[in-house]
């Protein structure tokens, strides 16, 4: 609790004057006004968070949670929890695509498991730092105790803290988690208006069949442990899961280290969301990815005002969105410190 | 009118058998099928175009043809036409986006004047092959004659084919030419039932009396010139331009020595119009880098079925977008080669 308290309330707003300043010189190099359009942003949104008007590059990780979910026993996956750990040895053995993708941007890739339904055996690669087996059945009970919920955080956390202090300079969000849309559906369905169906998505690729089991396994968990929205701890701990948990702990803690953390795609998303419900300021310290195919992930993105930059219809996590976008954070930075102003390159500006 | 007819002659489709395999591979890794959207089928259009169920990757070149435009005299552009020939010394001096970008991406920029209304002065990086010292003004007469036209036309070619014998393995176009969103529109306009006002937008930032003078322009373009839309050749003789005319070679040329093409926003995407419309096939070498915030772009793109895979509001040409999506491409064809097997990690595969 310590570390949560601790965390929370560290979170301060980013610097507004920097990125004034940051989009100041923008406006004077030699291009027309915001004709770069996101990636001015992105250069503004890190001038903020680092505090200065030339935000600086440095090492990327990205934190890949892993955990499992009771309510896969409804039948709201197209694949068994075997998977789950499965792909965390792929991971280890450098196999899967969030390793293709990292390695392609330079990042290095954190793996923990905060909740695999299977015994890990021990890896260098891996932080062995399981709350529980998986949750429970959320359409039958609470996903998650209290103290479940606050220990998968404060990992989460943790964990973000060791690498910000190892000299991260920036984070991506990543997981593993067979059936993890499915509370993040729920998470999800406690904030929007939108009609329960219009949120709920085939994950890996469910049949209409599975798609209907999916929707009433989310009815179900909202009926019996009805969530309450006002309170973001009491709806992750009901409907989230542990690698929900510890993303939400990753934003809350890079927030509090003024680093900027780069969502991957709707779980990521669904802890995201969380995390801006317990502190909102953590908002300034997000970047969106990208967009995927499952349909409430627009909606999510919407209610937090963030904009994607990659419309590359992943459906896969891990955090594989969160790193290609990497380099076109990093094509950001290298846009204000590099480019030529007007003045220097004796270029004419607009009347 | 030999290297244009040898080059066009010479297009055929791509190898979709080579596709198909490269699609069982991807099917083959530890993924859910399809999740990595479009990065799978980058992947399996590279396998088409390259005749290989694995793709390789190779030297990126970005082909930045330059030229400017008398309908300029309109007042149809925020910047005056003198800002052509200083961009161009801007990027001889590396200090535009494209160069930083470029350099980002490890790829190198091959500049050509083709049509700037300034006498550029010789230097080691510059390509002087300038046809006129600009269009005509199309809202009075034809931007170009018939031998302008096929002139720059193929200079494009001649250029892109240089690249390709000096190893080039992917192309992406890119352009400057104060002004050159209007021609763009016009070819649009011959091509789309939208709305004339609907395609017709702020290029680099146009107020809203200057919007209504470029829609004159462009009207006024369509009524004098007549273009033929059945004829791709008359339209670009008419309402395009000299970049554009050569950036239309470049795509020819890339499709007819099967080599991939990056196009980047507005202007690039209607060279792609019109090449599509001289040799449907090329559509098979084309990819569509990103989406720009001018409002015709989404049309021409849907148009020829082009999905971009950035979203980043970029207006400002160059060749910025498509160099930016070089690390996507690159990204693709290491996924399907790095990536494990289901079989090969011991990942259980969906029932």
Partial sequence: MNVFLQTVNSITGSDYAAGVKAQERLDSLTKPPASLGVLEKIAVQLACIQGQSLPVLGPKVVMVMAGDHGVVAEGVSAYPKEVTPQM???FLNQGAAINVLSRHAGAKVVITDVGVAAEMEA??????????????NMALE??????????ALEIGMEMAHREIDRGAAILATGEMGIGNTTPSSAILACYSDNNLASIIGRGTGLNDGGLKIKQEAIQKALQVNQPDAQNPLDVLQKVGGLEIAALTGVILASAARKTPVVIDGFISTAAALLAWKIHEKCRDYILASHLSQEPGHKVMLDLMGLQPMLRLDLRLG???????????IEAAVKIIHEMATFAEAGVTNKE
């Fill in 88 to 90: 965390v040895l792929n």
């Fill in 318 to 328: 891990e955090g594989t969105g969160g790193v290609l976008a990497f380099s076109l």
């Fill in 123 to 136: 890896h260098p690669d891996l932080n062995l730092r399981k709350v529980r087996a998986g949750t429970r």
């Fill in 142 to 151: 609470a996903a998650m105790t209290e103290e479940e919920t606050m220990a």
